[in-house]
């Protein structure tokens, strides 16, 4: 049931992440000086700060503002919003990465910026931020064993919950930390096949 | 606009008394568990990178797997074995002292990784070139081996370290009496969350800004050094 939760969370956190990070990273590639300023702030904040302090802020502040959330939602904007930092700092050197001669090669055969973007330079700065992105999706995994502190019902919650009834402490702690594990190892497993395959042609 | 944003800071002007002097304090339990956890964490990952290349396969097969299950487990699951999880077992730590061990030992699989690549990134000349001139092999690794390494694995260290402040956070959940709970406990008592969560966000963000300025300065400095060594 737990384990359900968690792996949501962590999908729905995953793609909003990847959507604010990949949007926070085309909006700076425009060069507006004063978005960037506001961008580079909501990154570097956002990046300082613990997580669970963002969570706390949304699920227990905001209703003090009349904006009440429920814990799942929660966690997820919350997840998402932190993400979307990390992520767009990781978008970005893989942007930068890409030579700019790609860009005028392709505007000089005739393709329109978005054509450029969609076609040209998004499909290789996906293949440099792949691995980066694996890292990052196992890091949110464990990220959501925080959220059980705004009592969103993932495997830590369920966990709390089921040593409260069945009082065997020891070993539902140490059967919530083998599903950890085996949900964040095979994924690493995975990242480090990534890795290789795409050192294997650069 | 500009009036409410006087009454919302006029609230901490008021309260400054009583909250001051407590988030004074958990603000150095919160410095005191990261310091405590890094120092665990290095000589812990130190240990644990020299088990990884060393010549016994059982040492290295211990170390690679006490390194994939640190870094598999979420620090959250770790303190709560430690602290509630170990105590049907007659093993019971204060929060402070679970708080250290879990960060510590979380960490340390981090840590490990980072010096681990750190070494092997020096070339193996160097070594070879140390241990022809009649060094030991101890020797070889506090002079040669080390210095260099120090350069490659300083900014992921500091790295590190940031992350480790803001995980302390999560020692919260366990009643570690850190700055995370402190302001959980004054926003319960005083009815104002909005206030004290964004306190305690600004108080980890100074903490941990300033540390990230210099990672980053870092990680530049060393890419110059880098380049005049290949004369490019």
């Known amino acids: 049931m737990g384990a359900v939760t968690t792996i949501g969370i962590t999908l729905a956190s995953f793609s909003g992440a990847i959507i604010l990070g990949l949007a926070l990273a085309l909006i700076r590639l425009l060069g507006l000086r004063l978005i960037n300023v506001l961008i580079s702030g909501y990154v570097e904040i956002l990046r300082n700060t613990p997580v669970l302090a963002q969570l706390f802020i949304i699920y227990f502040s905001l209703p003090s503002l009349g904006i009440m959330i429920d814990p799942v939602p929660a966690a997820i904007i919350g997840l998402s919003l932190n993400g979307g930092a990390v992520l767009s700092e990781v978008f970005r050197s893989g942007l930068n990465a890409i030579h700019h001669g790609q860009r005028e ?22 293949r440099i931020t792949l691995p980066p ?17 705004i009592a969103a019902p993932e495997i830590m919650f369920w966990a709390r919950n089921l040593v409260t009834s069945t009082f ?20 690493a497993r995975l990242v480090e096949r990534f890795e290789r395959r795409q050192s294997a042609w650069l | ?10 609230v901490y002007v008021e309260n400054w008394s009583n909250w001051g ?28 990178a020299l088990g990884k290349m060393s010549r016994f396969p059982l040492l290295r097969a211990f170390c690679v797997a006490y390194v ?30 679970a708080s250290v061990i879990g960060l510590g030992l979380s960490a340390a699989g981090y840590i490990a990784e980072v010096l681990r690549a750190g070494i092997q990134a020096i070339h ?8 022809a001139v009649g060094m030991t092999p101890m020797m070889t690794f506090r002079y040669i081996i080390l210095p260099q390494a120090f350069r490659i694995i300083l900014p992921p260290l500091l790295n590190m370290l940031i992350i480790l402040l803001k995980d302390t956070s999560i020692c919260s959940l366990i009643s570690t009496e850190e700055l995370m709970l402190r302001a959980k406990d004054l926003a319960m008592m005083s009815f104002l969350p909005m206030h004290l969560f964004l306190l305690a966000g600004v108080i980890y963000f100074l903490l941990a800004w300033p540390l990230s300025i210099a990672t980053r300065h ?14 490019i």
């Open chain 1, 105 to 126: 090669a392709a505007l000089a055969v005739g393709m329109t910026p978005w054509m450029n973007l969609r076609y040209i330079i998004l499909p290789q700065t996906w």
């Open chain 1, 133 to 149: 992105l694996g890292n990052y999706a196992i890091a949110l995994l464990k990220d959501t064993a925080v959220v059980s502190a």
């Open chain 1, 168 to 187: 065997q402490t020891t070993f539902v702690y140490i059967l919530a930390a083998i599903l950890y594990f085996c949900l964040s190892f095979p994924l």
């Open chain 2, 1 to 10: 606009m500009i009036d409410n944003i006087r009454d919302f800071l006029q």
């Open chain 2, 21 to 48: 002097p407590q988030i004074y304090a958990a603000v150095g339990v919160t410095i005191q568990l990261t310091v405590a956890s890094f120092s665990m964490a290095i000589v812990l990952g130190l240990l644990l």
């Open chain 2, 68 to 97: 994939e299950v640190a870094r598999g487990i979420p620090v959250l699951a770790i303190l709560f074995l430690l602290y509630f999880g170990l105590v049907p077992l007659g093993i019971v730590f204060d929060a402070f002292t």
């Open chain 2, 124 to 131: 193996k000349g160097q070594r070879e070139a140390a241990l």
């Open chain 2, 218 to 231: 870092l990680e530049k400095v060393m890419q110059r050094g880098r380049r005049q060594t290949f004369g």
